[in-house]
């Protein structure tokens, strides 16, 4: 399957807020309706957050995911893959709640500790609809984002024996190491499904160069064990999805990443990101993977298997 590629798109996320832009899935229902038009439009893979209905605040806990979960499932052949990043003002135990629980396909699970900065955003929203939001982007000037041994390996111990495998996000070189380490160690199995994510202030950055660094140390440690996909966070979503797309990845598109359709335009639906991909993808004489042909590349344990 050389020629396919899978579409993770990312509905919601924890990082935009609803100040910015008023087509950022808050409630149930529209995270709902927003992850089926998504798969209908050809995402393979959903990855979810949850928030507050009321004030869109990243919500962690598993009833927030109960609104949504089971609707998505009934209404797509999409995997599903749950977040165990949640927002980096969690706790590792309040985060991996949602995927113990629902025993997922596909968990993501975030490959070390670094700084996270959003705070820049500041300089464009000045007024907001909700209090939190502005302090959300304020406390990222002094804000670690822990993901360290300790707490990954608590989740691999609470996730990985319900056949729960993980989209593992590498924001630097460094987490490819990781990932490596824990791969060493026989903690985490084959094919490692690679997200490699650019442009978070603390991360690697979006040169083309970072692009090929990183496929590049991830050939080298792991050979033809891993599956690559590549996302571009803000205005550098498509950009470095393109330039990934020519080098053999995958990609993840959605409002969590980028709220963006084009410079300057924002972004109706998640499902209009996942139609630009498409179009991508095809222009480049490629195929969108089909939920059944991600679930085979990726050595899933199927949508039978979860617990919702």
Same mark, same amino acid.
Not at 181 to 205: D, M, N, T, Y
Not at 266 to 286: M, P
């Given at each position: 399957?050389?020629?396919?590629?899978?579409?993770?798109?990312?509905?919601?996320?924890?990082?935009?807020?609803? $100040?910015?832009?008023?087509?950022?899935?808050?409630?149930? %229902?529209?995270?709902?309706?927003?992850?089926?038009? #998504?798969? /209908? #439009?050809?995402?393979?893979?959903?990855?979810?957050?949850?928030?507050?209905?009321?004030?869109?605040?990243?919500?962690?806990?598993?009833?927030? *995911?109960?609104? *949504?979960?089971?609707?998505?499932?009934?209404?797509? !052949?999409?995997?599903?893959?749950?977040? $165990?990043?949640?927002?980096?003002?969690?706790?590792? /135990?309040?985060?991996?709640?949602?995927?113990?629980?629902?025993?997922?396909?596909?968990?993501?699970? !975030?490959?070390?500790?670094?700084? =996270?900065?959003?705070?820049?955003?500041?300089?464009?929203?000045?007024?907001?609809?909700? @209090?939190? /939001?502005?302090?959300?982007?304020?406390?990222?000037?002094?804000?670690?984002?822990? !993901?360290?041994?300790?707490?990954?390996?608590?989740?691999?111990? $609470? +996730?990985?024996?319900?056949? $729960?495998? =993980?989209?593992?996000? +590498?924001?630097?070189?460094?987490?490819?190491? !990781?990932?490596?380490?824990? #791969?060493?160690?026989?903690?985490?199995?084959?094919?490692?499904?690679?997200?490699?994510?650019?442009?978070?202030?603390?991360?690697?950055?979006?040169?083309? /160069? %970072?692009?090929?660094?990183?496929?590049?140390?991830?050939?080298?440690?792991?050979? %033809?064990? *891993?599956?690559?996909?590549?996302?571009?966070?803000?205005?550098?979503?498509?950009?470095?999805?393109?330039? @990934?797309?020519?080098?053999? @990845?995958?990609?993840?598109?959605?409002?969590?990443?980028?709220?963006?359709?084009?410079?300057?335009?924002?972004?109706?639906?998640?499902?209009?990101?996942?139609?630009?991909?498409?179009?991508?993808?095809?222009?480049?004489?490629?195929?969108?993977?089909?939920?059944?042909?991600?679930?085979?590349?990726?050595?899933?344990?199927?949508?039978?298997?979860?617990?919702?």
């Amino acid at each position: 399957m050389s020629d396919k590629v899978i579409i993770s798109c990312a509905v919601t996320g924890a990082i935009h807020t609803p $100040t910015m832009t008023p087509f950022l899935p808050i409630t149930p %229902d529209e995270i709902a309706h927003s992850a089926i038009a #998504a798969a /209908e #439009a050809g995402a393979a893979i959903i990855h979810l957050h949850a928030r507050d209905p009321e004030t869109g605040k990243p919500d962690q806990s598993p009833e927030a *995911f109960a609104g *949504f979960l089971p609707r998505i499932k009934q209404a797509t !052949n999409a995997v599903v893959n749950i977040t $165990t990043g949640g927002s980096p003002y969690m706790t590792v /135990e309040e985060r991996a709640k949602p995927a113990a629980h629902y025993q997922p396909e596909v968990a993501s699970l !975030n490959m070390g500790s670094m700084n =996270f900065g959003f705070f820049p955003l500041l300089r464009k929203y000045k007024e907001f609809n909700f @209090a939190w /939001e502005r302090e959300h982007l304020e406390g990222s000037r002094d804000l670690v984002f822990r !993901n360290s041994y300790k707490d990954i390996e608590y989740v691999l111990e $609470t +996730c990985y024996g319900n056949g $729960t495998r =993980f989209e593992f996000e +590498c924001y630097d070189i460094s987490h490819l190491y !990781n990932l490596a380490h824990f #791969a060493e160690r026989g903690l985490v199995k084959p094919p490692f499904f690679v997200q490699s994510v650019f442009g978070l202030l603390g991360g690697i950055g979006t040169h083309p /160069e %970072d692009v090929m660094h990183m496929k590049r140390t991830a050939d080298r440690l792991f050979g %033809d064990d *891993f599956r690559w996909s590549v996302l571009g966070a803000g205005a550098n979503q498509f950009r470095i999805a393109t330039q @990934a797309l020519a080098m053999g @990845a995958n990609i993840r598109v959605g409002l969590e990443d980028s709220i963006w359709i084009a410079r300057g335009k924002l972004a109706e639906s998640n499902a209009q990101q996942v139609e630009k991909a498409r179009t991508i993808i095809e222009g480049l004489g490629l195929q969108v993977a089909t939920p059944d042909e991600a679930r085979d590349i990726l050595s899933l344990k199927g949508g039978d298997q979860v617990n919702f």
